[in-house]
């Protein structure tokens, strides 16, 4: 029973040692919390400032994309006129070397016309005086 008697004063004297490091503790833990409150309204306002720099962007991407958007069509319009255009050259090109495949027929044509007419003309020109000597010696 004396042992009981003993223990009880110590148990009781720890008991009141570790009340007192709580009363240490507290100041340290009332300086935490008071760090935090201070702290809290500065990172609340990096919050917000934040939060509108995200808005701001937002908004500028918006623009980005329809100005993007615009320029896309524009170049949808370019691309459509240049494709007209290279088409209507293609067809040009196309054009022209059938006239000058016609051109160079018909040229072709001529040369044989007038090869033949100085062929004719030859002929005829030789029947011509062929005839006239005929004439000219039938006649004593």
């Known amino acids: 029973m004396e042992k009981e008697t003993e223990a009880y004063p110590k148990a009781k004297m720890d ?3 570790s009340i007192c490091d709580c009363d240490r503790e507290i100041p340290v833990q009332q ?3 008071d760090s935090f409150a201070a702290s809290f309204p500065t990172s609340l306002h990096f919050i917000k400032a934040l939060a509108l720099d995200t808005a701001q962007n937002h908004a500028k991407l918006a623009k980005m994309k329809a100005n993007l958007r615009k320029a896309e069509d524009e170049l949808v ?3 459509a ?6 088409a209507k050259q293609m067809d040009t090109r196309d054009s022209i070397s059938a006239i000058k495949a016609r051109v160079e027929k ?3 044509i001529v040369q044989v016309q007038r090869a033949r007419r100085d062929e004719y003309g030859s002929i005829i020109s030789q029947e011509s005086l062929d005839s006239q000597s005929y004439y000219h010696v039938s006649i004593p």
């Open 15 to 17: 008991y009141l040692r």
């Open 31 to 33: 300086q935490i919390i």
């Open 77 to 79: 319009k370019v691309l």
């Open 81 to 86: 006129a240049k494709t007209r255009k290279e």
């Open 106 to 108: 018909l040229r072709r």
